[in-house]
Each structure stands twice: as structure tokens, then as C-alpha cells.
């Protein structure tokens, strides 16, 4: 059954005599996907802007010499696939002059499948940089990979950056390598005295061909692969990649390894926000909130450790449930660790909202205004902190989230400021929600039995991550194994709105900029 967004999205397709097929709520629950024409394939995304959905993935799987391209839309939780089929050698008309989070995505595609795009505002190489020839594309079912007789790649020196001329223009090139223990990435300012004009992005040098060696993989060693898209979302992408291969099968998970699942997920997040807020600090010279609240992720990640045998709980989300269990005293010690943490970070989170040096740093810079998160459809707590209050866990519940309320925080002033203070509530709220999963957890096992796959199925995980909506596509073949795999991360999202949010600040304030946003490297670089 369609809801409301999706009917009212077909309703505006009918007046505009734009055909497209019935809709399907089984096909990748809970989207409804409808079919659509190439023809009517950009018709159907402008009638999804004008209903005021959200554009948030785009995949394409080779068929023999066709395509199957699909797009997701949501809209106040209701999720809209668009599936469209090419033709032998047709083009398929670019979604990015619409929605511009498409442009990268799209780029990703014709990189790795060689699928072309009619009217893409930008044609240039994303995901490729000089690894394979013109003409190769790994993606494709026939292309057999022999990294052992390529020798070493190429730097990729002549990507085309854009230019900015006029009087007193300079441009600063940053990286890929960085002075930091962090992943690769190339930042190309244009600048005038210190003040950015502009910053252009250039990332895949972590490209891991996680689509590729994705293909042939049994449900247990996909979700291993899944858990190390992003090392700091291990939890959040293996669910994701789980609640997909789940469905696809109609497995029904165990209750108590849903609760477990949601316990380490918020513990994921907890960490990882506690880093990020002593992060911001230490950018701009605040020693004290990075030395404290690095002390308390530390000691957070190794009660983790203990609990789950891992800091980060690596390869503890498996097809069917979890892979340990926790007992009574184990659940005394977290429920006392979180009412202890909350009060403690609530109080140094204090100590640092009264800093006036602090706060001159931070407030006004690195500004994300609602209207351009809208127009490029971030997600997490970049757009919490620009009025964008979407939470998966929330609007489009799974369990065990559906059975528990919890505080979603929105402020509007999309600063580098803003940005700190969604992180520090939602610091508090997954703390209560610790205590109150932990409280409840159900007896049972933890784990079901994976069936035994006959047919060619597919599903569709979505999760919320601590960044924001993770959104997984897995399809299986006859022999149970992979046969594609997609997973979004939110930096898919998150970088192109770096690129905006540091225009019209100083250079300084870059770092301090970035790390508000920290989208990942090896996230976005599959």
C-alpha cells in the first residue's frame, strides 16, 4: 500500500500524463518501487522535486548488455523507488540538473559500468582515477580484475579542477596526502587573501572496489565486507547490509538480537560523537574539551571491548542476529557506565557552551542554511543543524526503535556551533535510549538460521547511522550468493555540502569546518 507522499507522487505523475508502472510495496520493502520509462526517467525525478521528496541513492546493476538503474526518493518516511531499464547502447538522461546529489553518484556509475548520461552538468572521472583503461569497467560482469600485472597506478594529475580568475585569485592545493593520521583526500581552494571563493573536492583515492568484491560472497562473508566500508560505521553499515539480506529472505530476526543490535548502534554513535565534539575543540586550540572528552571515549570503547570483544564491535552484526550475547552483570555495568557518562559529558558540554573564546570560533562559522541542506538533501547531524529533522529511527521506525521515544534534535543556524550541540544531544538521548533498551531487553536467542536461497531475491536495509541514513541494496542469485551490492553512506551527502557551507570563510577555519562535517573518505570511496 503506497502511503500518503507516494500516492500524492502518482496523483501529480496522472495530471501530467507521465506513465509509470503499478506500484510495489514487495518488492524492496518498505519502498514502493514503480517503474518508469527512460524516456519519462527525469519527467518522474522533476514531479518527485515538486511533491518536496528527497533524492537519497542511485545504483545501476548490468543486465546482460542492458541496465537497471534505480533511484530513491523519500519524503516524511515514505520511501519511492524509481527502476528504469536501457536498452542495448542507450544513454539514460541525468537526474543531476534536478536533484545536484545525483552529479556524484551518476559519476560513480559511468566510472565503474560505463552507463552514459544524457545532460550530466558534469562529465568529468569520479571514482576512476587511472587504475583501468578508457575502455574498462570493473563493475561489469565480464571485466576480470589482474592488479598483479598493472603495477603501480598512475597519480591522477590532470583532473580537470575548475578555475577561478581575477585580480588577487590564488589557489591553494590540500592533499591528498595530509600532515594527520587520516585518509586521502584533495581539497583545491580558490581564495582571495584568506578568504575561500571556492573549495573543489576530489576524492577515490581509497577506492576499494567494495561493489566488486562484494560479488560472489556468501550472506555471512557479505556482512563482514559491509561492516569495513567505513571502519568508524562498522555496526551501522553491517546492519544495514543484514536488515537487507533479512528481508530479501523474509528472515525474521530474533527480538533479542534486534535489542542487542540497537544497544550497539547507540553505543557507535556515542563514540564517535564524544571524538568529534574534542575534535572541534582541538581545531581551533581548545585543548581542555579535547583532552576530556577523548578521556571518556576511551573509557567508552573499552567497556565495549569487554562486552562485545571489540572496540568498535566489529563483525558482532551477522545475517540472522548478532554473534554474542551479554548478561546481567554486563547489563548492570552499561546501564551504570551510561547514567554516569550522561551526567559527566553533560557537565564538561556545559563548561564549554560558557567559553566565550570557544564560541567565537565556532558560532556563525561554516554556516549550512536550511535552504541549500534542502537543495541537497543532507541527512544526520549536518542537517539536524540546518533545520532538516529527518531521523530513519524515528520516521521510518525499525525494531527494536519502534517500541521506544526519544528526543530528535533540530536547531537552524547551521553553523560548525550548531553542529557541536546536535552532537552533544544526541550524546543525552542515546544514553537514555541505552538505559531503556537495556532495561527491556528481551530472553531469547540471538541469532536465526540463514535460509537456504533457491531463487534470485533482493532487498533494501535502511539504517540510521551515527552520521545519518545508511541505505544498503542487496540482491542475491539461485546460488544464495551476491550478485550486487550497493551501500550508501551519508558522506555521499555530506561532502558536497563542505563544499558550501566553507565558501565565504577563512582558510584557518577549514579544518575546524570539516571535522563539524567529518564525513568519511572510505565511506564514499567504495
Known amino acids: ?31 514502493v518501487v514503480i517503474s518508469v520509462s527512460v524516456h519519462f526517467w527525469c519527467q518522474a525525478a522533476r514531479v518527485a522535486q515538486d511533491c518536496g521528496l528527497r533524492w537519497c541513492a542511485f545504483w545501476v546493476s548490468p543486465v546482460g548488455d542492458n541496465f537497471d538503474a534505480f533511484c530513491v526518493l523519500e519524503k516524511s518516511g515514505d520511501y519511492l523507488v524509481l527502476k528504469t531499464r536501457t536498452g542495448k547502447g542507450e ?25 552514459e548520461f544524457v545532460n550530466a552538468p558534469d562529465s568529468r572521472r569520479w571514482t576512476r582515477h587511472q587504475a583501468w583503461k578508457e575502455h574498462e569497467f570493473p563493475l561489469r560482469p565480464d571485466f576480470v580484475d589482474s592488479p598483479g600485472q598493472r603495477g603501480e597506478t598512475a597519480p591522477d594529475t590532470e583532473y580537470p579542477f575548475a578555475r577561478a580568475r581575477g585580480r588577487g585569485v590564488i589557489e591553494i592545493p590540500v592533499g591528498p596526502v595530509h600532515a594527520g593520521i587520516i585518509e586521502p583526500g584533495h581539497f583545491r581552494f580558490q581564495a582571495v587573501g584568506e578568504m575561500v571563493l571556492n573549495l573543489e573536492e576530489r576524492l577515490g583515492y581509497v577506492h576499494k572496489g567494495i561493489e566488486k568484491l562484494a560479488v560472489g560472497r556468501d550472506p555471512e562473508s557479505l556482512a563482514r565486507l559491509a561492516g569495513r566500508v567505513s571502519g568508524d560505521s562498522t555496526v551501522s553499515h553491517a546492519w544495514a547490509a543484514c536488515q537487507a539480506l533479512e528481508r530479501a529472505t523474509a528472515l525474521e530476526v530474533p527480538p533479542r ?34 583532552y576530556q572528552l577523548t578521556r571518556l571515549k576511551e573509557c567508552f570503547v573499552r567497556t565495549s571491548h569487554a562486552t562485545f570483544g571489540h572496540r568498535f ?20 555495568t552499561m546501564t551504570q557506565e551510561a547514567q554516569r557518562l ?14 566565550e573564546s570557544l564560541e567565537d570560533r565556532l558560532m556563525t562559522t561554516g554556516r549550512l542554511t536550511p535552504e541549500q541542506a534542502n537543495q541537497l538533501g543532507v541527512v544526520g547531524y549536518v542537517g539536524r543543524a540546518s533545520g532538516r529533522g529527518f531521523d530513519v529511527r524515528r520516521d521510518r521506525p525499525y525494531a527494536p526503535y519502534d517500541r521506544f521515544e526519544f528526543a530528535v534534535p533540530v536547531y537552524r543556524a547551521g553553523d560548525v556551533a550548531a553542529r557541536a550541540k546536535i552532537r552533544a544531544d544526541e550524546i543525552g538521548a542515546s544514553f537514555e535510549l541505552i538505559c531503556q533498551v537495556l532495561q527491556s531487553i528481551p530472553d531469547g536467542p540471538v541469532k536465526a538460521r540463514f535460509p537456504d536461497i533457491k531463487t534470485v531475491c533482493e532487498g533494501l536495509g535502511i539504517i540510521e547511522g551515527w552520521r545519518g541514513e545508511i541505505l544498503t541494496y542487496v540482491q542475491l542469485g539461485e546460488e544464495g550468493t551476491t550478485t550486487r551490492f ?15 557551507l566553507v565558501q565565504d570563510n577563512i582558510v584557518p577555519d577549514f579544518p575546524v569546518c570539516n571535522k563539524s562535517v567529518n564525513a568519511s573518505y572510505s565511506g564514499h570511496d567504495l
Do not use: K
Open 91 to 115: 544513454s539514460l538522461p541525468s537526474q543531476a540538473p534536478i536533484f545536484s546529489a545525483a552529479d556524484r553518484l551518476e559519476r560513480h556509475a559511468h566510472d565503474l559500468l560505463g552507463i
Open 313 to 332: 564491535m566489529m563483525d558482532r552484526v551477522v545475517p540472522g542476529g548478532v554473534s554474542c550475547d551479554i548478561d546481567a552483570a554486563q547489563i548492570d
Open 486 to 500: 550497493f551501500p550508501r553512506d551519508p558522506s555521499w551527502l555530506l561532502w558536497p555540502a563542505l563544499e558550501q
Open 1 to 31: 500500500m503506497a502511503g500518503s507522499e507516494i500516492q500524492s507522487f502518482l496523483n501529480t505523475c496522472a495530471n501530467a500524463n507521465i506513465p509509470v508502472g503499478e506500484p510495489d510495496s514487495s518488492a524492496l520493502p518498505p519502498a
Open 257 to 290: 538480537a534486534l535489542w542487542l543490535r540497537a544497544i550497539m548502534a547507540e553505543r557507535e554513535r556515542v563514540a564517535n560523537h564524544l571524538g568529534d565534539i574534542g575534535a572541534i575543540c582541538n581545531d581551533v586550540g581548545f585543548a581542555f574539551g579535547q
Open 342 to 355: 550522561s551526567q559527566e559529558t553533560a557537565e564538561i558540554v556545559s563548561m564549554l557552551e560558557y567559553s
